[in-house]
C-alpha cells in the first residue's frame, strides 16, 4: 500500500503484474481512493509553550539586552533600508562592550593569544620574546600542546596557579592557594555556579539572596532561574551610592519572615552605580556577613576601572585576611574577576575566575563535580585570563608598550567619566553622582506627571517609556533605571562611558537637548 501510493505520488501507473498478481495500476488505483477517504490529520500539539515551559526560566528577565535593545535592532534594519531617521546611526550605550565602542585591544593579549592559537607563529621574529614565553608556558600545560583540547573542569593548573600568585600580589602579600581558584566562562558564569550550590529549601526555609539596588540584572536573573528569594537592599543615592549597613540590618530582618537569607552580594566598583566601596565599609559588611552568617559575592569585575583620586580599590579577599583569624578563618568568600572589562575590554573570549575560600570540604568536591557537567571554561578565554594576571613586567620587552596601552585607556576612561558627570549636572532635571569607578553613568531624571500617564496608557515604566522616545529620536541606546531596580518614585537610566570623546560628546548633548525637549513636552 506504502509502495502504490508512492507511486501514486510520483505520477508513475506502471501495468505490470505486482507480487499478488495484480497490475501494479490497481493497486495504485486502491491506494488511492483509500488516501483520499483517509481523513486529514490536525498538526500535533507543541510539546513546549509558554504554557508548559519552566517557569523559572519565564520568570528571568535581563534588561541589559531587553526590549530596548530588540528596537534599537529593528531601527538600525529601517536604516539600512534607506528609511528616513532623524539620524543616521543608532548609537549602543547600553551595554559594557569596549571594543564594539572602539577600544583598541592590548597589543600584548593579543600577541600571546595569536601565538597560542597558531603555535607556527612561535618561529616568527615578529613576535616578542616575552609573548612566546607565555604562549609556550600555556600550550606546554594544554593536552597535546593545543588551546583545542579540554582542560582540567577547575581549569589548567598553570593559569589557577598564574592567578593565584596575581591575587597574592595585588593584595600586598595575602596568600592565595591555586587550589581555591577556579576558572570560569566570564565572572557570570562563576557566580551563576556558585548561587546554584548555595540554593536549597522550600518555603520559609527557601535561601534568601540578598541583592542591592540598583543591581547588575545578571543577578535577579539567576535568582529567578533558580527559584531563590531576592533580598533588596537599597544602596544610598543621596550618599554616592554608598552601601550602610543598617540597610543590610533592615533587609535581613524583613527577609527572615518569608526566607532564610544565606548569601550576600557585594558589586565593587559599582555596576550601575559606580560607585567604590571604602576600606571602613568592606569591614563593615564582612563583620556583618560574620554577625548574620552569610556567604559573601565580591562581584569585583572592575577592580582595575578606579578613576577618582580619593578612592583606591579593596578587595574583599585582603580586608577580611587583615580584620584577624576570627573572620579570616570563618568567613565563607567567593570573588570574582573577568578579561571583559578594566583595560582589557576583552568580552568575546568569555574568560573569568572565582576564588572560594573557606569553603566545606565536602562542598568543594561537590563544586568540582558541578563544574565537571560543563566539561571545562573556553580554554582560550582561560588563556586570556592567564595574560591578565600575567601581564609583561619591567625589564621585559613588552613591558612599555603595554604600561603606555594601559594606561591610556584608564586615563581616557577617567577623562569620560568626569566629562560625563559634569554635562549631566549641567541639564535641568538630571542629576548624576560622581562616576569613581566602572563604566557606567546612572543618572537620575525628572520625569514629569503627565510623562508619567502617558507611560502608563502605553502600560510601559516612566523610565522605559523615555528610554524609548530617546531611542526613536536620537538613536541612543540607554537602559531603564526599572531595569536594575530603583527605588520607588525615582527614575534613572544607564549609559555606558565608552564611546570615543567626541562621539561621547555628541551622545551627551543629544541627551540634553532631548530631555529639555521632553519636559517641555509634557510640562
Not at 507 to 512: D, G, S, T
Amino acid at each position: 500500500m506504502q509502495r502504490a501510493a508512492a507511486l501514486v505520488r510520483r505520477g508513475c501507473s506502471p501495468r505490470t503484474p505486482g507480487p499478488w498478481g495484480r497490475s501494479q495500476s490497481s493497486a495504485a488505483a486502491e491506494a488511492s481512493a483509500v488516501l483520499k477517504v483517509r481523513p486529514e490529520r490536525s498538526p500535533r500539539e507543541r510539546i513546549l509553550t509558554l504554557e508548559s515551559m519552566n517557569p523559572q526560566v519565564k520568570a528571568v528577565e535581563y534588561a541589559v539586552r531587553g526590549p530596548i535593545v530588540l528596537k534599537a535592532g529593528e531601527i538600525e534594519l529601517e536604516l539600512q533600508r534607506g528609511i528616513k531617521k532623524p539620524f543616521t546611526e543608532v548609537i549602543r550605550a547600553n551595554i559594557g562592550d569596549a571594543q564594539a565602542m572602539g577600544q583598541q585591544p592590548i597589543t600584548f593579549l593579543r600577541q600571546v593569544m595569536a601565538l597560542c592559537t597558531y603555535p607556527n607563529l612561535l618561529n616568527s621574529p615578529s613576535f616578542p620574546e616575552d609573548a612566546k614565553k607565555r604562549a609556550r608556558r600555556i600550550l606546554q600545560a594544554c593536552g597535546g600542546n593545543s588551546l583545542g583540547s579540554y582542560s582540567a573542569s577547575q581549569g589548567v593548573n598553570c593559569i589557577r596557579e598564574d592567578v593565584a600568585a596575581y591575587i597574592t600580589r595585588r593584595d600586598g602579600g595575602v596568600p592565595a592557594d591555586p587550589d581555591n581558584i577556579y576558572l570560569t566562562t566570564g565572572a557570570s558564569d562563576g557566580i551563576s555556579t556558585i548561587l546554584k550550590i548555595l540554593v536549597s529549601g522550600g518555603g520559609k526555609s527557601r535561601t534568601g539572596v540578598m541583592i542591592p539596588i540598583p543591581q547588575y540584572p545578571l543577578y535577579s536573573a539567576v535568582i529567578s532561574e533558580l527559584d531563590a528569594i531576592q533580598v533588596n537592599y537599597y544602596l544610598d543615592e543621596e550618599n554616592c551610592w554608598a552601601l550602610n549597613v543598617n540597610e543590610l540590618r533592615r533587609a535581613v530582618r524583613e527577609a527572615k519572615d518569608h526566607c532564610d537569607p544565606k548569601v550576600l552580594c557585594i558589586i565593587n566598583p559599582g555596576n550601575p552605580t559606580g560607585q567604590v566601596q571604602s576600606r571602613k565599609c568592606i569591614e563593615d559588611v564582612i563583620h556583618f556577613a560574620w554577625e548574620e552568617k552569610l556567604f559573601l559575592l565580591a562581584d569585583e569585575v572592575y577592580q582595575d576601572n578606579v578613576y577618582s583620586p580619593d578612592c583606591r580599590f579593596h578587595s574583599f579577599k585582603k580586608v577580611l585576611y587583615e580584620m584577624g583569624p576570627e573572620y579570616s578563618s570563618n568567613v565563607e568568600l567567593a570573588s570574582f574577576h573577568s578579561t571583559s572589562k578594566g583595560y582589557m575590554g576583552e568580552c568575546g573570549y568569555r574568560g573569568g575566575y572565582m576564588e572560594v575560600i573557606n569553603l566545606h570540604p565536602e562542598i568543594k568536591g561537590q563544586l568540582v563535580k558541578l563544574l565537571s557537567v560543563r566539561l571545562c571554561p573556553p580554554v582560550s578565554g582561560q588563556a586570556a585570563m592567564d595574560i591578565v594576571v600575567n601581564p609583561p613586567v619591567p625589564g621585559e620587552e613588552s613591558f612599555e608598550q603595554f604600561r603606555r596601552e594601559k594606561e591610556s585607556v584608564l586615563g581616557n576612561l577617567a577623562k569620560k567619566a568626569k566629562l560625563t558627570e559634569d554635562l549631566f549636572n549641567q541639564v535641568p532635571g538630571i542629576h548624576c553622582n560622581p562616576l569613581q569607578g566602572a563604566m557606567y553613568a546612572f543618572p537620575r531624571i525628572f520625569i514629569p506627571a503627565k510623562a508619567v500617564e502617558a507611560a502608563q496608557a502605553h502600560k510601559m515604566a516612566p523610565d522605559m517609556f523615555y528610554c524609548m522616545k530617546l531611542l526613536e529620536e536620537t538613536g541612543i541606546c540607554v537602559v531603564p533605571g526599572s531595569g536594575f531596580g530603583q527605588r520607588e518614585g525615582t527614575y534613572h537610566f544607564r549609559m555606558t562611558i565608552l564611546p570615543p570623546v567626541e562621539k561621547l560628546k555628541t551622545v551627551l548633548q543629544k541627551v540634553k537637548d532631548f530631555h529639555i525637549k521632553f519636559l517641555e513636552k509634557y510640562a
